[in-house]
């Protein structure tokens, strides 16, 4: 390694100490994809998911696409590319191997060997040190697939990272997709059918093509996902087709492939610690580190509870991603620091049956305990500390009623028919003779598009 990053890391060790992080919640049972408690060690989830509090800003998408899908395609030359910080002065022993899933991601029953080509686990050796930062931290980076590692088949697949060559010492999976160009999906963007819903949801009709691909029987062998901004949490599956052509399937319905349209999401931008952008209003600085106070929100809801009506946000967002970098000075995301980030929403009264949280992709779309906002009778206002990288962030508000049910943004956010999304339609094949899904079609749309 570089002499002057080996000095340069031996300095940070010795005046600097890691930031206190928020405490771990205690370890649960089994719960629902976004309401699961995030730091348990050892408790594999086949979904996005961080097993260590010392594990940050988790990056995982098509190479030189930081915002786009991890979808790739068999035997293509595209590669997903990883990128995450351990919050530690020293390099970690870290390797990773991957798990084939049936479309609704349980574990797939094939032998490794049956759908990985070459080793079935590898290291990740490419890392390097946080520069001139107050936060110590080491940046891992995987580019995968390649000569080490490459799946052979189709499908839904699970990246586990784990330490110590101990599969059971997990840092960190994530979802990603395998796909052929087997079938063709063409989408259409809709408004909704049903009156009440036609200024708030936006619909998604397709139709799936097989003409030249052998299906003996649709409705058993093919199944379909249909995601909005890339989210699982809230994808609409199970569906059947509603006519059968010949050789095309027919998903037109009227009220099945309804998504509230939400709002353009919230932002701020910590790119310069020097000076207020647009949504921060103060930065102090103390022992713990840097503190960013974001200007307070307000409900974004089409009618507030005096009757006054809130206008869509218009403004081009990242549909709940976040991008890593400074403006003040350097070029990689290596001099990014962490800062605390206080959220603030003021409200007359708490919400009396459930809990707000941040949410997006920097909460990896779940409803974690270090993002929850806690009510201050005193300043009537809901309050969050969130310890995140340097960078642009898009975020919002949900409400996780009591009792498991969806979670619910459009009391905070309000829904727009013109809000911009993007759709994905994943269609999955399962012959009779088969053992696993392969997903034959994949497709996508955006809704100004």
Known sequence: ???????????????????????????????????????????????????????????FAPKNRPLAAPVIALNGQDQLELIFDVLDSNVQNLSYTIQLCNWDWRPSVLDPFDFIDGFTRDDITTYRYAFNTFQSYVQYRLLFPNNSMRPTKSGNYLLKVYANDNPDDLLLTRRFMVAENQLTVVPALLTSGIAQYFNTHQRINFTVGYNGFQVNNALEEIKVAVLQNNRWDNAITGLEPVFLRRNELVYNYIDQTLFEAGNEFRFFDTRTLRMNT??????????????????????????????????????????????????????????ADYTWVHFELPMDKPIPDGNIYIFGALSDWNTLPQFQMHYNPKNKSYKGVAYLKQGLYDYQYVIRRDGGAPLDSSLLEGNFINTENDYSILVYFHAFNSRYDRLVGYSYINSRK
């Open 278 to 335: 647009e949504r921060v209003r103060n930065i102090t600085r103390d022992s713990t580190g840097c503190h960013v106070y974001l200007a307070p929100d307000a409900p974004r809801s089409s009618q507030l509870d005096d009757g006054r009506f809130m206008v869509r946000l218009n403004y081009t967002d990242m549909n709940g991603k976040f991008q890593i970098g400074i403006t003040d000075w350097g070029f990689t995301n290596l001099d």
């Open 1 to 59: 390694m570089n002499l002057f990053f080996r000095f340069a890391a031996l300095v940070c060790l010795f005046y600097l100490m890691p930031l206190p992080l928020p405490a771990q919640a205690q370890t649960g049972e089994a719960w629902p994809d976004s309401t699961y408690n995030y730091y348990v060690p050892d408790l594999l989830q086949f979904h996005d998911a961080v097993y260590s509090p010392d594990v940050k800003t988790v990056i």
